[in-house]
């Protein structure tokens, strides 16, 4: 198997709000260099908070990022 050097990753994270509310679930994403991504969804889909997540604004979540 080869060995990737990731620009980025993250495994099993996952988000809830308040009350229980679940944002998301077991998320796992990895980036290679040079790659675009795009992250598309419906209004309250999680799209922003995941961003955060990514930008290490939000530390409130369970997983590796």
Known sequence: MAAY???????????SY???KKCFENIRL???PGVKIG???VNGSG???LMRIM?????DFTGEA
Do not use: E, R
């Open 30 to 32: 990895s980036f290679l």
């Open 39 to 41: 992250v598309v969804g």
């Open 55 to 59: 930008a290490g604004q939000d530390k």
């Open 5 to 15: 050097q990731y620009v980025y990753h993250m495994d099993g994270v996952s988000k």
């Open 18 to 20: 308040p009350g229980g």
């Open 47 to 49: 799209k922003s908070t």
